[in-house]
């Protein structure tokens, strides 16, 4: 399996952006999928989730700013970010989120940088 994450770039508070991951090497349409983040120094986790069904979950902090979908004739999952905080700013990856801890189920590929200026 692959996982392509592209869209990423510098953009000031207040602004959007929108990243995408393209996905090959299995069945897409059934999998849930996740973007996650790594701010330096932190954790890497989980901000928006997608299921086979288009039912959605986001992490608290990102709530009524960022949006997840997926499109399965491109086998490609989105996040439009807007109201971008500074506090957004991470290395963003994409996934299948697996169980209730949401372990990456793939290796992870090389994220695409996020960076929000004040």
């Known amino acids: 399996a692959q996982l392509v994450e592209s869209g990423g770039g510098l953009v000031h508070a207040g602004g959007s952006l929108r990243i995408s991951c393209a996905a090959s090497g299995f069945p897409f349409s059934i999998f849930a999928m996740g973007w996650y983040r790594q701010a330096p120094g932190k954790h890497r986790e989980l901000v928006a989730r997608i299921d086979s069904n288009f039912n959605r979950n986001y992490e608290d902090s990102v709530k009524g700013r960022f949006t997840i979908s997926r499109d399965n004739s491109k086998n490609t999952v989105y996040l439009q970010m807007d109201s971008l905080k500074p506090e957004d700013t991470a290395v963003y990856y994409c996934?299948?989120?697996?169980?209730?801890?949401?372990?990456?189920?793939?290796?992870w590929g090389q994220g695409t940088q996020v960076t929000v200026s004040s």
């Open positions: 996934n299948i989120p697996v169980g209730p801890s949401y372990t990456n189920h793939y290796p």
